[in-house]
């Protein structure tokens, strides 16, 4: 991502002995920047910066983030080590909130532990449904709710005709994001081979 890591040398007194501030800087342009008042890009932003971006005054803004750690070794390994880090901890909270892991069903812990990697399977199909039909490139990876809302949970009608299964939706869907990944799924499909 173009960023910039370094290690600041300031450490309070009051830190254990070892403690290491690692900061990262990324530039940010204003096409890039979501909208989104919520959005975690625009909190890493100074508030001056950001309003000299979002009028015009400026082409670019700097993104902050900083790590606290104690430990030892190449800086860029260890930021690295974190945002991978983050990512793991992302998809957990994915498959608490949009894959059904939130809440346990049973007592038993065999049917729990099933239960928990038939979640993460289902999290993985959605990153492959989404990669395999593009739907990830045009508005970014879908969570497991959105995901439900775009693609899997449609009204549809299926009907066979010829020996073929038809999909009918409405025409927002058809002509929607649905459309759109039944039609790349039926291309990948149709030059799979027998």
Known sequence: MDAEVAECAYSPASWPTGARVICRRVKVYAADL????RSRRRRTIDPE???????????????YSFIITNLE???????????LRARVEE??????????????????????????WATFLGLNISSWLQA????????????????????ICIA??????????????S??????LFGDAWRALDALLAGAGP
């Open 91 to 116: 998809a957990i909270k994915d498959s608490k909130l949009g894959m059904a892991m939130r809440h346990m069903p049973s007592g038993y812990e065999a049917v729990n532990a099933m239960w928990m």
């Open 73 to 83: 070794g190449d800086i860029t390994a260890i930021e690295a080590w974190f945002r």
């Open 156 to 169: 549809a009608r299926v009907t066979h005709h010829a020996r073929r299964t038809e999909v009918h939706t």
């Open 171 to 176: 025409l927002e869907d058809h002509f929607g």
């Open 49 to 63: 910066q950001l309003s000299l971006l979002q009028s015009g005054e400026a082409a670019f803004a700097y993104a």
């Open 132 to 151: 395999f039909t593009g739907h990830d490139k045009s508005n970014g990876r879908a969570h497991g709710m959105r995901l439900r809302r775009e693609l």
């Open 34 to 37: 979501s909208s989104d008042p």
